[in-house]
């Protein structure tokens, strides 16, 4: 069991055709250890949101395995929790209803249980004053808000964010950014997290992975944990180290190819 | 004025509930004024086009004589049951199709074939198969509605963005929960809006069953008026249809606005 959290979720020898369109080409290789918090970094149209939605269980991977626990990925299932990129609330449910909607398929819980968690991440991510207004009422970042409360009330282990926070503006990014990260670190979710903003993917991340442009191919590995340590709170957004780090990725990102 | 008839004919603009029963009750009744003038200073031959105030009594005689009201629920009834018939029948095999490509490839090609079919050709088969009473009627409903229903169903089904299916499935829905809590839904607006286009084409099908086998109906009514030239009856037997028509149509509408008035401005 031991070995399972280091080799959690591992991507074996991993290529993606869709066609004649090679999106990521052998081999790809990624070990992410149970609990760690990754974050993919990389050009537009590189191959980012393929790789999670293999993951995922979305798409299959052309040749090579992606194993979660040891065991080849199949169909998706409740242990994955995705989040896409587009804000994707159903108009036809109350806010309050959609985030309820991802425990819906849940056996272990109680209905008390379920509506109790639906209330508690309503409020984790400032909606209490709208869980009774439909979608359509609501702004793009409230929508994107409701999708991402929907995915962490479904509880599973693995969380696949596809630019989640896009949609939001500054000031709820970074307190949804502080939440997400102390959610992942109490409950120990593995997390892969794909963002175009440097200094969210510093903030967040234990390790950034910076892809170059299609076909994705890691061009950098960065253990961030060992310079930052996993505590991340406001402070550190202003610290200096933060700062020399945040200069130096974006080096590297720059020197690959335009992002941004 | 002229300000407000600008704003009024805005392109793409948009008019008051209140203004727009206006506009459409005075453009109905200056058709009806015109035609009731024509018909005073003798442009219009009574036989060939009675006058609406003429149509109007002889609706009212008609009613008295009890010669509407029973044909009229005899017709809604026919209409109704076919018509629930055909969508009981064309939303789970249209969803179906939608989801399964094999259905869709098997049952297409049928679908295709039957729907291009001119209902009148399919009465002598329909009469040999069903002899000429209510189940020839409803058959010939069936016929024109439920293939042409099928294939708006799968369209509706079609158009739900597959996003919502990819939430639901990674949240560990099956595919009977995910045609349930989501396609379902989903598509709802959708079709209840061409569940109401449908049903205006039963009124087609319906004059022509009982035109062909009936000895009731509004069509009956109608097609026996004809032989004796009664001109103003077969008008009030239309009027009738007419009106039903448009009363249907817009319940369904207000209600179709009602229902789905927390889902935003699309469909
Ligand atoms: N279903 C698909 N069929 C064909 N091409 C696809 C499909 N999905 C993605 N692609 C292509 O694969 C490439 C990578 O896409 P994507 O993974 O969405 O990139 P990213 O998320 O990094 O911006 C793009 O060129 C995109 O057009
Ligand atoms: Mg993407």
């Given at each position: 069991m031991n070995e399972r959290l280091q080799d959690y979720l591992v991507f074996d020898q991993v290529t993606k055709r869709f066609g004649g369109l090679t999106v990521v080409e052998a081999p790809f290789n990624l070990v992410v250890p149970r609990g760690q918090f990754v974050v993919f970094l990389g050009p537009s149209g590189c191959g980012k949101t393929t790789l999670m939605r293999m993951v995922g269980g979305l798409d299959e991977a052309t040749t090579g395995t992606i194993r979660l626990e040891g065991s080849p990925v199949g169909p998706p299932d409740e242990r994955r929790g995705m989040v896409f990129q587009s804000y994707s609330s159903f108009p036809?449910?109350?806010?309050?209803?959609?985030?309820?909607?991802?425990?819906?398929?849940?056996?272990?819980?109680?209905?008390?249980?379920?509506?109790?968690?639906?209330?508690?991440?309503?409020?984790?991510?400032?909606?209490?004053?709208?869980?009774?207004?439909?979608?359509?009422?609501?702004?793009?970042?409230?929508?994107?808000?409701?999708?991402?409360?929907?995915?962490?009330?479904?509880?599973?282990?693995?969380?696949?964010?596809?630019?989640?926070?896009?949609?939001?503006?500054?000031?709820r990014r970074e307190q949804l950014q502080i939440e997400l990260r102390r959610i992942q670190s109490e409950e120990m979710k593995t997390v892969l997290f794909v963002t175009h903003d440097v200094e969210e993917a510093i903030f967040l991340a234990d390790r950034i992975i910076v892809f170059s442009s299609r076909p994705a191919r890691i061009i950098d590995d960065i253990d961030v944990t060992a310079e930052l340590g996993s505590d991340r709170n406001l402070e550190l957004r202003d610290s200096e180290v933060f700062f020399r780090r945040r200069a130096d990725i974006l080096r590297t990102v720059r020197s690959t190819l335009t992002l941004v | 004025m002229s300000g407000a008839l600008h704003s009024a004919f805005a392109f793409r603009g948009s008019l008051s509930r209140r203004k727009r029963v206006a506009v459409a009750l005075g453009s109905s009744f200056f058709i009806l004024l015109v035609w009731q003038i024509a018909s005073w200073v003798g442009l219009l031959d009574p036989i060939f086009l009675p006058s609406p105030l003429d149509i109007l009594g002889t609706l009212y005689d008609m009613t008295a004589r009890g010669e509407i009201i029973g044909n009229a629920l005899i017709s809604l009834g026919r209409i109704m049951a076919?018509?629930?018939?055909?969508?009981?029948?064309?939303?789970?095999?249209?969803?179906?199709?939608?989801?399964?490509?094999?259905?869709?490839?098997?049952?297409?090609?049928?679908?295709?074939?039957?729907?291009?079919?001119?209902?009148?050709?399919?009465?002598?088969?329909?009469?040999?198969?069903?002899?000429?009473?209510?189940?020839?009627k409803i058959f010939l409903l069936w016929l024109g509605t439920f293939f042409q229903l099928v294939l708006l169903v799968v369209d509706d089904a079609n158009r739900v963005p597959n996003e919502y299916v990819e939430v639901a499935r990674t949240l560990g829905a099956r595919p009977y929960e995910i045609l349930r809590d989501i396609i379902w839904r989903s598509m709802l607006p959708g079709l209840i809006n061409n569940l109401r286009i449908t049903l205006g084409w039963c009124w087609t099908y319906l004059i022509l069953a009982e035109i062909v086998a009936a000895d009731n109906g509004l069509g009956y009514v109608i097609w026996t008026a004809r032989r004796y030239m009664k001109t103003d009856e077969v008008m009030a037997g239309v009027f009738v249809i007419g009106i039903i028509g448009l009363v249907t149509d817009q319940a369904m509408r207000a209600g179709h606005t009602w229902l789905f008035r927390d889902q935003g401005t699309s469909r």
């Open positions: 036809w449910l109350t806010v309050l209803q959609n985030i309820a909607f991802g425990m819906r398929y849940r056996r272990d819980l109680s209905p008390k249980a379920k509506a109790s968690r639906a209330r508690h991440y309503l409020d984790l991510v400032g909606l209490s004053d709208f869980g009774d207004a439909y979608p359509s009422r609501i702004s793009g970042g409230m929508r994107q808000r409701v999708a991402i409360a929907r995915t962490l009330a479904a509880g599973s282990d693995v969380l696949l964010m596809d630019e989640p926070f896009g949609a939001l503006d500054a000031q | 076919a018509f629930l018939l055909s969508a009981v029948m064309a939303i789970p095999i249209g969803m179906l199709m939608s989801s399964y490509r094999p259905i869709s490839a098997a049952l297409e090609p049928i679908i295709d074939f039957i729907r291009y079919l001119p209902i009148p050709a399919l009465i002598p088969i329909s009469i040999i198969w069903f002899g000429v009473g209510e189940e020839t």
